[in-house]
Structures are given as structure tokens and as C-alpha cells.
């Protein structure tokens, strides 16, 4: 890993250990006071999947799941992001603060539609306690 992403993402994890903790189910925002919420909260960016050759000859589909930015009163907890084979399997992965979640899946097939969606939750400073808010990202496909 990049000194820098080493740099930031110990920075972030020090930042969540600091922060109260709190026993929350995660929000997903909508109406009122989750409205806001959610304009408090992390933006998350999510690459389209690609096609992508391997060392030694092998092809998956990758895609990332990024923390983008995050107000002053947020910080990102975790993304996960999931990629759908037309083989019908799911390949998931799951990253926590800023590092990226970034998935590789393989299939039997690569004639087909490869969805990826992923979800992206930030801990937002409320008062003196946190809240969990998670936005789930529009799926992005590939055909191939």
C-alpha cells in the first residue's frame, strides 16, 4: 500500500476509535431528520466493472467502491461492494474507513451482464453521539 493511503488510513481509524461509540441500527435516509442525515453523510463513488487480465492469464470483472468526500461532520465506517456474474454468483467485498472496496469476480462465463451495487455507510456526528448512515449506490452493468 501507498505510504500515503497508509498516511490517511490510519489517520481515519484513529478518528473512529476516538469517536463515541454507539449501539445503532444503520440508517437508510429518507424523509425528515434522515434527509438530513444524509447530506451530513460520506459520498461514495463506484467504478463501473471492467474486464481485467490477470497475472498468469486469468480475466475477472473488477469494481471499486471508494469514500469520495465527507463533510465536516462525517467520516466513513465502511463500503462494500458486490459484483452479479450472469452465472448467477454474487462476489463481494468489504472495506472499512477510507481504504478501498475493490471485488474480483470470476465466472465459468464472460458472455453476459455483470452488475456491480455496492453500499456505502459513514458515522455522522450528532450532539455528542453518532448516528450510521447508509446510502445504497445505483447498480452500474457491464455486458459483455
Do not use: Y
Not at 46 to 74: D, F, N
Not at 85 to 113: R, Y
Amino acid at each position: 500500500m501507498a505510504p500515503m493511503k497508509v498516511l490517511i488510513a490510519a489517520v481515519g481509524a484513529a478518528a473512529l476509535a476516538a469517536a463515541p461509540a454507539v449501539h445503532a441500527e444503520p440508517v437508510s435516509p429518507s424523509g425528515g431528520d434522515s434527509a438530513e442525515l444524509a447530506a451530513s453523510a460520506c459520498e461514495f463513488k463506484l467504478t463501473p466493472p471492467t474486464l481485467t487480465e490477470l497475472p498468469g492469464g486469468g480475466r475477472a470483472v473488477t469494481a471499486q467502491l471508494t469514500p469520495s468526500s465527507c463533510t465536516p461532520k462525517s467520516l466513513p465506517f465502511n463500503s462494500t461492494i458486490c459484483i452479479a456474474s450472469p452465472d448467477g454468483s454474487n462476489t463481494c467485498d468489504t472495506a472499512n474507513a477510507w481504504l478501498v472496496a475493490e471485488v474480483f469476480a470470476t465466472s465459468a462465463q464472460f458472455e453476459g451482464k455483470f452488475t456491480a451495487n455496492g453500499n456505502g455507510c459513514s458515522r455522522v456526528f450528532v450532539g455528542n453521539s453518532t448516528q450510521l448512515v447508509c446510502v445504497p449506490l445505483s447498480p452500474v452493468e457491464l455486458v459483455l
